[in-house]
């Protein structure tokens, strides 16, 4: 009976990993430590943009990530996203971006996956005017050799401000 009982016991504070108990805290510390080294990255990728740093940018797409931007452009591929990401660099429009998360979901059962969502600002020169872009953002980062890299990104612009180029 104080077997069962124990077996009860663990099993309500436990999580089916394929098919087996695991218990509940040590999952929860490994999607801790994931969501942490997403969010690590994100830090990292934000100073890469104030910074203009393609290669610090470059080093989490995997090969074939897809970019939707914000005025629905497609961008598929490391290389492409490189190119893109060069010609924002390297002109005389680009101010500042930032993407900051609200919330990072890892999938269960590995993780292998990871959702991130959030609120991305971009400022850019029009003519004599500086536009701030904003909105939506979903990036899926994909746990890779041990690394967590960006498969794909999708923006959706839900505002603009500073002048008439926004309408």
């Known amino acids: 009976m104080l077997k069962m009982l124990c077996f009860a016991c663990s099993l309500a504070t436990s999580t089916l990993v394929f098919g087996q108990a695991q218990p ?27 910074n203009r740093d393609l290669a610090a940018t470059a080093k989490y797409w995997l090969p074939d990530v897809s970019t939707t931007g914000s005025d629905g452009s497609l961008w598929v591929g490391r290389d492409q996203n490189v190119k893109g990401f060069a010609k924002i660099f390297n002109g005389n429009s680009f101010v500042s971006g930032r ?31 500086v536009l701030m872009y904003g909105g939506r953002y979903l990036v899926m980062w994909q746990l890779v050799n041990g690394k967590w890299r960006i498969r794909s990104e999708l923006y959706v612009t839900t505002s603009c401000s500073g002048g008439t180029g926004c309408l």
Do not use: C, Y
Request: zero cysteines; proline letters at 3%.
């Open 24 to 50: 509940a805290v040590a999952t929860q510390m490994h999607m801790g430590a994931a969501e942490t080294a997403i969010r690590s990255a994100r830090t990292e990728l934000n100073a890469a943009l104030t």
């Open 99 to 129: 993407r900051t998360p609200d919330k990072i979901e890892v999938a269960t059962g590995g993780p292998k996956e990871a959702a991130e969502t959030g609120i991305w600002q971009w400022r850019e020169r029009v003519k004599n005017q």
